[in-house]
């Protein structure tokens, strides 16, 4: 009798083509879920950011619109928060709302 103690390599390839196939399905799916979840945070992101210019027009009992370098000075955002986590810029006019523009041209 003949051991057969391993894969044949006619078996692994169809277990490499299967997973091969697989990844050509599940790829695309992932990139379009992460484009959504930036924009979802996003969206979070710039409710916060007009959070905090609510918080400051409150405490300094000013119906002012501060800009995001003041709300940076003043400790209301960090450097890093003049933007959103997937590059869009954060404004705000000079009605007080915060929106996020895309640096795409």
Known sequence: MKNENGFTLIEMLVVLLIITVLLFIAIPNIVNQ?????KK????????VQGQ????????KTREVPSLTEL???????????????????MIDHDGMVSAESNAS
């Open 41 to 48: 945070g996003c969206d979070a992101f710039v409710h916060m």
């Open 34 to 38: 992460s484009k959504s979840i930036g």
């Open 53 to 60: 210019v609510q918080a400051y027009q409150i405490e300094k």
């Open 72 to 90: 940076v000075s003043e400790g209301y955002l960090t450097e890093e928060q003049k933007s959103c986590p997937n590059g869009e810029q954060i």
